[in-house]
Nanobody
Framework: QVQLIESGGGLVQAGGSLRLSCAAS????????MGWFRQAPGKEREFVAA????????YYADAVKGRFTISRERAKNTMHLQMNSLIPEDTAVYYC?????????????????WGQGTQVTVSS
């Protein structure tokens, strides 16, 4: 089994930056693509960004394109999400997710493993 643990969330003013990290432990050899999703109060969980198994391809939701950057350090079994130019609408719990088989990068149902989430709050 693979465990995912997020870190790096917090409170930041609009225009600021945060860097989220996701550390994978356990049978990490079974992990394919990884991604970030977020869920704001009263809203459904939504796709933010994803990266393929070898880190060659990345995908972003339109709302974060140009502001967020996803990266992966396979040797350290770690994934990051650099978030710049944050706006209040980015406020949400951010979840790290991993696939154990190939699947569509932006679909929640493609992901088999989830972290516990980390809160990101952007004040105006």
């Amino acid at each position: 089994q693979v465990q995912l643990i997020e870190s790096g969330g917090g409170l930041v003013q609009a225009g600021g930056s945060l860097r989220l990290s996701c550390a994978a432990s356990g049978h990490t050899f079974s992990v394919y693509g990884m991604g970030w999703f977020r869920q704001a109060p009263g809203k459904e969980r939504e796709f933010v960004a994803a990266i393929t198994a070898l880190g060659i391809s990345t995908y972003y939701a339109d709302a974060v394109k140009g502001r967020f950057t996803i990266s992966r350090e396979r040797a350290k079994n770690t994934m990051h999400l650099q978030m710049n130019s944050l706006i209040p609408e980015d406020t949400a719990v951010y979840y790290c997710a991993a696939q154990v088989k190939s699947g569509a990068a932006s679909l929640i149902q493609s992901y088999d493993l989830w972290g516990q989430g980390t809160q990101v709050t952007v004040s105006s």
